[in-house]
């Protein structure tokens, strides 16, 4: 057992290191300098637990409540097992329609020409569409692809806001051990479409495997783990690491002890069908699924990635704002749309039209860690007040900048804790930063 949970101790640091986490100091703070624009920008400890409200409850919502929430969960994440399955041939064509030529710009932001849109249409195979209905689970995180290519494809890069990391081909990502169902393959055979419960997309054929319905009913009938760390490694009973996973990770667990989660975790066979590994994960990286839904238990999540870089659409097993607010929340049971546009609806949504709106609507309603900030592309989480402004937690590439003449971006590109007054004066159309393009506030405990 001590040998166990040395190799497991030793793989973390390891793995960790290999990541390039960002260092924290001794007091598990760390200290965001944001672009050196003085207080427009608000340096502030990053350090989620350091804005909890004392004099406020601790229990966010009742159990009985998160018990709801939990079936909700796990009948949306099995939906693509149900037999009643409804194929719709939008979800492989829409990006076809959208992101064409001669729109695209590849990795030396130079034009596609039309002959690469055409190779890869054509391997895409869309009239055939549906060609399969199998049902599978990945085997490994995966990135959900418009096109049947880990090639980008970005808008023209000499605009603010276009080029790198908006690579448009990117739908979402999977976690290991996600429920999928294959509907449609190319031409060579060499990648599949999948459609999952929170997004569709193209993947590597080797990414998923086929399973079977008694395997199905095994997992269903286990409580999910979820993994609260980033980089947690899984164990073999060898002592090999055979994945590393992510917070928002739910994997069947099998048993636990005094030092270990023993998890279910599915894996391929040559032919394509599904197998299963048991693996260790240590205890403190991971809670059984529905946590206890508490402003401590969220803080010390969203800690767990603050300061993780921005992943457009999960981009190199990164987030952006909507994946981390679907990561965080899935903890406690709670399932989130794939999109900010769709989780503005996880509750009741209150439009407000400006400053003064949303300030008298925080005022009255707003509860930390419970209401969601939502803006036109984007999202992030009340966190309270901080000397008198409202804050947030977000997942932001930057601020817009325009003077009148020309338009850029002050990178932030991280996972951060702000004010909504945060970039005040960059940009003549929103003078009074974030809090100018704040479209509504959702109130999820509430639905």
Not at 133 to 148: Q, W
């Amino acid at each position: 057992m001590i040998a166990r949970l040395s190799i497991l101790i030793i793989a973390s640091i390891l793995v960790s290191c290999s990541q390039g986490t960002a260092p924290k100091m001794s007091d598990n703070t760390l200290i965001c300098t944001i672009p050196e624009q003085d207080e427009k920008v608000n340096h502030l400890i990053q350090d989620a637990e350091l804005y909890l409200d004392i004099n406020d409850t601790d229990t966010l919502v009742s159990e009985s409540k998160q018990k709801i929430w939990k079936q909700d969960y796990q009948k949306k994440l099995f939906s693509p097992w149900n037999k009643k399955y409804r194929f719709v041939k939008a979800s492989i064509t829409w990006p076809w329609s959208v992101y064409k030529y001669p729109k695209g710009f590849g990795l030396n932001f130079k034009p596609y020409n039309i002959e690469w849109y055409e190779n890869l249409k054509t391997q895409a195979n869309l009239s055939g569409y549906p060609s399969k209905s199998l049902l599978a689970i990945s085997v490994t995180k995966t990135h959900l692809r418009n096109y049947p290519t880990n090639l980008p494809l970005f808008y023209d890069p000499k605009k603010a806001g276009e080029g790198y990391p908006f690579d448009y081909l990117q739908n979402s990502t999977l976690h290991l051990g996600e429920p999928v169902r294959i509907t449609h393959q190319t031409l060579d055979g060499s990648w599949i479409f999948v459609e999952a419960a929170q997004a569709d997309g193209w993947v590597k054929t080797n990414a998923v495997a086929v399973i079977d319905k008694k395997s199905i009913e095994d997992i269903k009938s286990f409580q999910r783990l979820s993994v609260i760390k980033n980089d947690a490694p899984l164990v073999d009973m060898l002592g090999e690491v055979i994945s590393t996973v992510n917070l928002g990770t739910t994997l069947s667990l099998l048993k636990e002890d005094d030092y270990f989660w023993y998890v279910q975790v599915p894996r391929r066979n040559l032919d394509g069908t599904v197998f299963f590994d048991t693996a260790m994960i240590l205890k403190e990286q991971g809670v059984i699924q529905g946590q206890h839904y508490t402003s401590t238990n969220m803080s010390k999540l969203l800690n767990e990635i603050i300061g993780r870089p921005y992943g457009w659409g999960g981009l190199y097993f990164e987030r952006d704002c909507s994946s981390t607010m679907r990561d965080v929340f899935s903890v406690f049971g709670l399932w989130l749309p794939r999109n900010s546009s769709k989780q503005r609806t996880s509750g009741e949504y209150i439009r407000t039209k400006d400053e003064q709106s949303l300030l008298t609507l925080l005022k009255s309603r707003g509860k930390p860690y419970q209401t969601l900030i939502d803006f036109k592309g984007h999202i992030g989480l009340y966190l309270g007040e901080h000397e008198g402004k409202p804050l947030i937690y977000h997942t932001l590439w930057g601020y817009k900048v325009y003077d009148g003449k020309k338009k850029g971006r002050e990178i932030i590109g991280k996972s951060v804790i702000t004010s909504l007054y945060a970039g005040a004066g960059l940009d003549i159309d929103n003078p009074n930063g974030l809090i100018d393009r704040v479209i509504g506030l959702t109130f999820i405990n509430v639905k």
